[in-house]
């Protein structure tokens, strides 16, 4: 029966890592992805604070780690979700068991998360691309900054824009221009998140 068990385990996995994008957050190699990118693979685009993160097998396999999440919505940007918004995340690193996958109470986080999979598993697209932090600025202004410190967000952006009919404000198109890296404000990444939103793939 171990045998049995492991070797289904093993099938299950195999499946996961070929079909379903939410793969581990240490040691996963994921192609760098522009925010146009992260927000069409994300069916749901939310802003809150978690509340809870509880590292937890999976209910079907239980050699499956995983961590459901459950965050206070405070906005929502693309999809629906209502109050709060829980997800189940799979990881393989045992390194993630620790501190669940990175996620704490009291994280205040914008999330652009995948649509689950037939087995209830999600993750922020691109991983750690679309997990963005919200802290706040030495002058009190919140600025958000992704697992890959936002390099790569905006590039080729512009040209997306332009052939989707999308006109950003000025202040805006500088920020898109710019493709630095490093933080950015969070009201300028939330509209430019709702213009791409609204003229994405569903």
């Not at 070797?7 to 939410?22: G, K």
């Not at 192609?31 to 802003?47: G, I, S």
């Not at 824009?161 to 950003?168: D, E, I, P, T």
């Not at 920020?175 to 490093?182: M, N, W």
Request: glycine content about 12%; aromatic content about 6%.
């Amino acid at each position: 029966m171990g045998h049995v068990r492991a070797s289904l385990v093993l099938a299950v996995v195999t499946f996961l890592l070929c079909s379903f994008p939410a793969r581990a957050q240490r040691g996963a190699m994921v192609l760098q992805q522009n925010l146009a990118e992260l927000v069409d693979e994300a069916a749901t685009a939310v802003r809150g604070r978690v509340v809870s993160a509880q590292v937890e097998p999976h209910p079907e396999f239980e050699n499956l780690d995983t961590v459901v999440v459950t965050v206070q919505v405070e906005r929502v940007l693309k999809g629906q979700a209502g109050a709060t918004f829980t997800f189940r995340q799979f990881f393989w690193d045992i390194r993630d068991r620790a501190n669940a996958v990175g996620y704490a109470k009291g994280q205040h986080v914008l999330l652009l998360m995948i649509k689950p999979s037939r087995y209830g598993l999600s993750s922020p697209a691109g991983l750690s691309q679309g997990r963005f932090q919200i802290t706040r600025g030495p002058d009190g202004e919140l600025l958000v900054g992704n697992g890959a410190g936002n390099l790569g967000l905006f590039r080729g952006l512009a040209p997306i824009l332009q052939k989707r009919g999308v006109k950003l404000p000025e202040h805006l198109a500088q920020v898109v221009a710019e493709d630095g890296g490093g933080p950015v404000r969070l009201k300028d990444l939330e509209d430019i998140i709702i213009a791409l939103a609204g003229t994405g793939k569903e």
